[in-house]
């Protein structure tokens, strides 16, 4: 899995389990390489008037589609991309094919996922070069959290509080280090309040308006900084899943769609990517880690809440966050309030 992410990243072919090999459109260092076949996820087959009904109610299923002439990486990328779309709006003639090889499409579509790259591959390009095999099999090893473990840890004075820990973690499955601070002295006698956080660079580091990360960082921290001055401790997990899961860039892609008129959800779905895509069971395993059974937990986000509760973690509390919109992120947040049902009161 390791070797197929890098590969992807990196541009080259995928060989899984009998399916054709397949070639990363957005990476491809195989700058002549050619074919009349791609595969792409149903959202975006959707877009260019491909997907039948029940492909679209799986917006991720891969889709296998044919060209009438031969496709090269410019035509290819600019199919994969959604961004694109206004600079090249012409595409086609295409159609979908039968895909008799549906798990290790749907294994490609994945991979590309977690190598932060487009869903869209070259099927049987040529030329091409030596590729790296996967099964689909891997995947289900690749996500297996018991491989995670506390790598190091170290007192970590931050400015929300002095009497901090810092806690990383490691998984020789998964390159991503995700940390955990610890926020006064662990007491089993008092339920922490817990925040998991994923990482937003354009957020918690550059102070982007576009989003409430940043905002909402600080203020776990300063309500875990509170909890300490009352006898009490909190536990921040800052989990690597930019983007929601889908990646920095695509995040970015995300972002100039959001300026073409589209929600956060319709850019991840035009992009071929899950509206959701951030590993819990990561977070569960970090918590069990650190002895943390039951949590009064800091989201909006009631999804959050089940799906930590589907790990085995008892989430006793549900403590929401109050932060005020601004009108760079006014429909971001009225998009997480009205179709992915966070709870802002």
Known sequence: MAQAIDGLRHGWPLAIDGAPLLLPAETAIRREASTA??????????????????????????????????????????????SL?????????????????????????????LAGILPAFLVGAEPADEPVAVEPGDLETFADTQALTIATRAR??????????????????????????????????????????????TGDILGSLKCDCGPQLDT???????????????????LRQEGRGIGLINKLRAYRLQDQGFDTLEANRRLGLPEEARDFPVAARMMDLLGLWSIRLLTNNPAKVAALQQCGITVAERVPHHLAPN?????YLATKRDKSGHLFE
């Open 37 to 82: 076949r791609m595969l792409i996820s149903a959202a975006r087959a959707a877009t260019l008037q491909l997907a039948n009904q029940r492909e679209a109610a799986r917006p991720h299923a891969p889709v296998l589609i044919r060209a009438a002439e031969q496709l090269d990486l410019g035509a290819a990328q600019a199919i994969a991309d959604p």
């Open 85 to 113: 779309d206004l600079a090249a709006p012409l595409k086609g003639p295409f159609r979908a094919e039968p895909l008799q090889w549906n798990r290790a499409a749907t294994a490609a579509l994945e991979l590309a996922r």
């Open 156 to 201: 970590l004075p931050v400015a929300a509080c002095e009497e901090t820990e810092i806690v990383a973690f490691r998984s020789a499955n998964d390159l991503r280090e995700h940390v955990a601070l610890v926020i006064g002295t662990q007491n089993a006698d008092r339920i922490p309040l817990v925040r998991l956080h994923s990482e937003c660079l």
């Open 220 to 238: 776990a921290l300063s309500a875990m900084a509170v909890e300490v001055a009352q006898g009490g401790w909190g536990v921040l997990l800052y």
């Open 327 to 331: 009108p760079h992120n006014a429909r």
